[in-house]
């Protein structure tokens, strides 16, 4: 029995059901429970909430959520051998938690998610990123999820909440920061994970904002932003050029120097941009 519930602990699960751990799933398991149910508290109140989780694998953040109340846990994890683990814990609670195995980037979660729907994960290292960006550019807002409390490297992380100036800037910060407010709660070693992974983690929560900062389409924010930041070394006149073949007239229209680099440009400057490309097709 662990300290949250009454399921055997995580290391006598994943004893149990042979789950060594596999790199090319980016599997870094959690396991304890007592950390997981303080990841599962950085998401909120998931009482009244359907969450979203991302790659169990052998269930720590679920029991986590679980054992902290939420409504509804839909978890999607694409490792087959971690269904019979995750059955156990859909036994221990009925009818709260469905599993889907499958990949999380062919899944549509909304076919079994009832609003409101936040979002709790301990992202694997090579979907996470893609994940992200596709939460954060829906064509409308708000979005489908009301938080994401999301775990990454912590050099992700850093680039998620990064301000104009620091060199972990660029396409995710801007993004992130257009439609919602995002911060690092927590910060963790190497040692919390079986196996350890080479870096430090931390966890990020990202809270949807009603509305997006600055009017802008998300889709040519995005092209301008990646194109921007593409060679960050570049100065935008011709970071930007596949953007349009008029970027220096529209970069001196809302007040971008041509020769300043993506990292010197602030979230409002790159909105007024997509603005003025999206208003002059070429
Ligand atoms: N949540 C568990 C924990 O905290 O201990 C496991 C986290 S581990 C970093 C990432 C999990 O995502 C693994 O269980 C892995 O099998 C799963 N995974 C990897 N790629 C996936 C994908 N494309 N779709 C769904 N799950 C995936």
Known sequence: MSTIDNLPPLRDVIATHELAAKKSLGQNFLLDLNLTAKIARLAGDVSAADVLEIGPGPGGLTRGLLAEGA?????????????????EIEAAYPGQLQVINGDALDVNPLEHLTAPIKIAANLPYNVGTEL?????????????????????????????????????????????????DPRIVLDLPP?????????????????????????????????????????????????LKSVSPDIETHLAAVGIKPTERGEQVGLEAFCALARQVADNPT
């Open 71 to 87: 409504r509804r846990v839909l978890a999607i994890e694409k490792d087959p051998r971690c269904m019979p683990a995750l059955a």
């Open 132 to 180: 992200l960006v596709r939460w954060l550019t829906p064509p409308a807002w708000p979005p489908f999820w009301e938080s994401l409390t999301l775990m990454f490297q912590r050099e992700v992380a850093q680039r998620i909440v990064a301000q104009p100036g620091n060199k972990a800037y660029g396409r995710l910060a801007l993004l992130a920061q257009w439609r919602s």
């Open 191 to 239: 040692e919390a994970f079986s196996p350890p992974p080479k870096v430090n983690s931390a966890v990020v929560h990202l809270t949807a904002l009603p509305a997006p900062r600055y009017p802008a389409d998300p889709a040519v924010l995005n092209k301008v932003v990646a194109a921007a930041f593409n060679q960050r070394r570049k100065m935008l006149r011709s970071a």
